[in-house]
């Protein structure tokens, strides 16, 4: 169910983090990073926004996602995710309904009843009309939410892991809603077909360049600039890992990192539609069924 977060984490700048960190799980890998943040589960429902801003304070990419599935919060405390003075936006991302409703059946039958008198055991699978009535208004709400922020609607099945034209423009959208430019533009497919993406690196010869490399939220052209200036010097061949023509890149200046991360870090929140899917990462089942957040953190 990771399809869309694995692939979007092909690019270098993005990175979906694998914890469902809002579970109300009192143990498991959630509540495991919860206490190394400094909360409680009752804590971090009350704030999600400290409790985020301390999870982004140790990502190093530029775009960095959590999930949250729905009904894991309540509905009024979800506009802390938008802090004032921030640039958000919303990537509004759904499963086909009807794939969606048969994964939930099928979900139930691995889950049976344990005795009629446990009524508590499994869950109960709705009608199909009521079905469609709670996802709908499930992405109604979704979109609502801060109704003034940049967003784009996805369907999951639209971003094939196979690639191809059709993939490739999907992935351009999302691109623009990131903040990633062209001369950052990188081909997570094993091949790219569309003019923009024909001539951009290969996400391999990417995570080969760049392994090792201490990231704090640069740009991926800044950083092949900087790997490849590095190599120059110690008079090492500087790996070739483009196609096509690229827009020039400009080394980041070694003091200047701090001040990079500061003012290109972006934060990503996903809303999950279907409690009842076993979610791991934003950019997965849970982003095929729920809303994804952008917000680029203001520089300081």
Same mark, same amino acid.
């Given at each position: 169910?990771?399809?869309?977060?694995?692939?979007?984490?092909?690019?270098?700048?993005?990175?979906? #983090?694998? +914890?469902?960190?809002?579970?109300p799980s009192t143990s498991g890998p959630a509540a495991n990073?919860?206490?190394?943040?400094?909360?409680?589960? =009752?804590?971090?429902?009350?704030?999600?926004?400290?409790?985020?801003?301390?999870?982004?304070?140790?990502? #190093?990419?530029?775009?960095?996602?959590?999930?949250? +599935?729905?009904?894991?919060?309540? $509905?009024? &405390?979800?506009?802390?995710?938008?802090?004032?003075?921030?640039?958000?936006?919303?990537?509004?991302?759904?499963?086909?309904?009807?794939?969606?409703? %048969?994964?939930?059946? %099928?979900?139930?039958?691995?889950?049976? &009843?344990?005795?009629?008198?446990?009524?508590?055991?499994?869950?109960?699978?709705?009608?199909?009309? $009521?079905?469609?009535?709670?996802?709908?208004?499930?992405?109604?709400?979704?979109?609502?939410?801060?109704?003034?922020?940049?967003?784009? /609607?996805?369907?999951?099945?639209? +971003?094939?892991?196979?690639?191809?034209?059709?993939?490739?423009?999907?992935?351009? *959208? !999302?691109?623009?809603?990131?903040?990633?430019?062209?001369?950052?533009?990188?081909?997570?497919?094993?091949?790219?077909?569309? $003019?923009? !993406?024909?001539?951009?690196?290969?996400?391999?010869?990417?995570?080969? +360049? #760049?392994?090792?490399?201490?990231?704090?939220?640069?740009?991926?052209?800044?950083?092949?600039? %900087?790997?490849?200036?590095?190599? *120059?010097?110690?008079?090492?061949?500087?790996?070739?890992?483009?196609?096509?023509?690229?827009?020039?890149?400009?080394?980041?200046?070694?003091?200047? @990192?701090?001040?990079?991360?500061?003012? @290109?870090? $972006?934060?990503?929140?996903?809303?999950?539609?279907?409690? *009842?899917?076993?979610?791991?990462?934003?950019?997965?089942?849970?982003?095929?069924?729920?809303?994804?957040?952008? =917000?680029?953190?203001?520089? /300081?």
């Amino acid at each position: 169910g990771g399809t869309v977060c694995t692939l979007l984490e092909r690019h270098p700048e993005i990175k979906c #983090t694998s +914890l469902d960190l809002f579970n109300p799980s009192t143990s498991g890998p959630a509540a495991n990073e919860r206490q190394r943040l400094g909360f409680n589960l =009752q804590a971090q429902r009350a704030n999600p926004g400290a409790f985020l801003q301390k999870h982004f304070e140790s990502c #190093t990419s530029r775009v960095c996602g959590v999930l949250l +599935l729905r009904d894991q919060l309540p $509905q009024p &405390v979800l506009p802390q995710f938008f802090a004032p003075g921030c640039d958000v936006s919303k990537l509004i991302v759904e499963r086909n309904a009807t794939r969606e409703y %048969a994964a939930l059946k %099928a979900a139930r039958r691995a889950r049976p &009843v344990r005795g009629a008198a446990n009524s508590t055991a499994g869950f109960k699978v709705p009608s199909w009309r $009521q079905f469609l009535t709670r996802h709908s208004v499930w992405l109604d709400r979704a979109q609502a939410i801060a109704p003034r922020a940049r967003w784009y /609607r996805l369907q999951l099945e639209l +971003l094939d892991a196979h690639g191809g034209a059709r993939a490739e423009r999907e992935l351009l *959208s !999302l691109y623009q809603l990131f903040d990633v430019r062209p001369e950052d533009y990188v081909c997570i497919f094993d091949r790219c077909v569309t $003019q923009e !993406l024909a001539g951009a690196p290969g996400y391999r010869e990417v995570r080969e +360049l #760049t392994k090792g490399y201490d990231w704090a939220g640069q740009r991926f052209s800044r950083v092949l600039s %900087a790997v490849r200036a590095r190599r *120059s010097v110690v008079g090492s061949p500087s790996a070739v890992v483009t196609g096509g023509s690229r827009a020039p890149v400009v080394a980041v200046p070694q003091g200047g @990192r701090a001040a990079e991360r500061q003012q @290109r870090r $972006q934060a990503t929140i996903g809303f999950a539609a279907a409690g *009842s899917f076993s979610v791991i990462v934003v950019g997965g089942f849970c982003l095929a069924l729920g809303i994804a957040i952008g =917000q680029r953190i203001a520089a /300081r």
